[in-house]
């Protein structure tokens, strides 16, 4: 190969390697500025290819997709004077490749760092405004999203980064506050059980009286009903008595003697002492006794 041909390859080396080195490809998933010793030239880039000259342009490419900058938990303080423990985070991407790069320097770190400074002084107003109920649960939408359309005001202008979302992940109390809240909650809960007990027991002493008054009552009538059988049974029984002795009086004497007889020797031991002659023996010495009385 004579000098010729390894000019024409040398040249042909050489040319590719200026058209290799000078064109670059710019993605949708990408953001792109373009420097020239150290200061932005263009950034207005599309998804495409382009050219640049080299050794005097510097290309710098950025991730445009949805980033995530996840803060570290903040001590906050909130209208009632009481502080609060807030984790959160952000959705975000790059706006404005130019905005970006001058603010950060190109460095993502830089970025997150200065947007968290950002979320964090927002809910620090936002917070210091509202209670912990409102932040909770009560206006904790409306919070979000005011915040969002806020910070993403001032992300733009100062950082070229369009905030999509911002969100608390989780709010507590801080440890020393914590347990002070656990032992008024259980002091609470304490006493509204024995306030329950208190209730339940006068609830049953209640129920207690009501049934004892229910057996004194029952006892009490059905004590009259057995008293009011009792004194028609012993009228009935006066009245039986009563006719009988008007039918046959000598037989109705004959055997109440009888029936005193009965009673009073039942039992061996017993010992009466009464007169032979007493009317209580009649029926004894002479079984018509009676009727000669007659």
């Keep these: 190969m004579n000098n010729r041909n390894l000019l024409i390859v040398a040249l042909l080396l050489v040319g590719i390697l200026l058209v290799t080195s000078s064109a670059f490809v710019v993605k949708e998933t990408e953001r ?3 420097l020239r010793f150290g200061e932005v030239v263009r950034s207005d880039y599309e998804p495409g290819l382009y050219f640049k000259v080299p050794l005097v342009h510097t290309l710098r490419k950025f991730d445009a997709r949805v980033q995530t900058v996840d803060s570290n938990p903040v001590r906050m303080l909130n209208s009632e004077n009481k502080f609060m423990v807030v984790d959160s ?5 790059i706006f404005n490749a130019k905005r970006f790069y001058v603010a950060t320097r190109g460095n993502e770190r830089n970025a997150v760092r200065l947007l968290a400074e950002q979320i964090n002084d927002r809910l620090r107003d936002q917070f210091g405004v509202r209670n912990l109920h409102e932040v909770v649960s009560g206006q904790r939408d409306e919070l979000m999203a005011e915040i969002t359309k806020n910070l993403n005001g001032v992300a733009q202008d100062r ?3 369009e905030v999509i979302d911002v969100r608390v992940k989780r709010i507590d109390l801080p440890p020393e506050v914590s347990e002070s809240v656990f032992q008024r909650m259980r002091a609470g809960r304490e006493l509204e059980a024995r306030d329950h007990r208190a209730k339940g027991q006068e609830a049953a002493e209640r129920i207690r009286s009501n049934a004892d008054r229910q057996v004194v009552e029952i006892e009490s009538e059905a004590q009259r009903k057995a008293e009011e059988l009792r004194g028609a049974g012993d009228a009935e029984a006066a009245r039986i008595y009563a006719g009988a002795f008007t039918r046959d009086p000598e037989f109705y004497r004959f ?3 009888l029936n005193a007889y ?3 020797f039942s039992d061996r031991g ?3 002492v009464i007169d032979p002659d007493s009317e209580f023996f009649r029926y004894l010495k002479d079984s018509e006794g009676a009727q000669e009385e007659e």
């Design 270 to 272: 017993d010992m009466l």
């Design 262 to 264: 009965e009673k009073s």
């Design 255 to 257: 055997t109440r003697s």
């Design 32 to 34: 792109a500025v373009l």
């Design 89 to 93: 985070y952000a959705k975000y991407r």
């Design 159 to 161: 950082f070229g980064l």
